[in-house]
Nanobody, 126 residues
Framework: QALVVESGGGLAQAGGSLTLSCAASGMTFASDAAGWFRQIPGNDREGIACISWSGGTTVYSDSVRGRFTILRDNSKKTLTLQMTRLQVEDTAMYYC???????????????????WGQGTHVTVAP
């Protein structure tokens, strides 16, 4: 059974940093693109970062580019989101997702990902 579990959410100060982690099991992972999404209540789930199966390609949304970094370790089946220069606007529920595809598309779309975690919440205080 495919399972994706996020961890690392919590409270951070604006301008600070936080790292989210995601552990995948029950899937190959090493041949799958993976990504991070976030959602604020009442809003659509926003794709913020994607990494290709090898880690060779990364795609970021305009809202996080230059501040967040997505990484993966295929040997451990883990995905990481390093978040720096946090802003109050980054407050959201963050989701890890894994795709059956090898590569990321130009825009990280919810429909491209088949396996989802339950989410971990990030709050950024002023």
């Amino acid at each position: 059974q495919a399972l994706v579990v996020e961890s690392g959410g919590g409270l951070a100060q604006a301008g600070g940093s936080l790292t989210l982690s995601c552990a995948a099991s029950g899937m190959t992972f090493a041949s799958d693109a993976a990504g991070w999404f976030r959602q604020i209540p009442g809003n659509d789930r926003e794709g913020i970062a994607c990494i290709s199966w090898s880690g060779g390609t990364t795609v970021y949304s305009d809202s996080v580019r230059g501040r967040f970094t997505i990484l993966r370790d295929n040997s451990k089946k883990t995905l990481t989101l390093q978040m720096t220069r946090l802003q109050v606007e980054d407050t959201a529920m963050y989701y890890c997702a894994v795709s059956d595809s090898l590569a990321c598309s130009g825009k990280t779309r919810r429909s491209d990902f088949q396996y989802w975690g339950q989410g971990t919440h990030v709050t950024v205080a002023p």
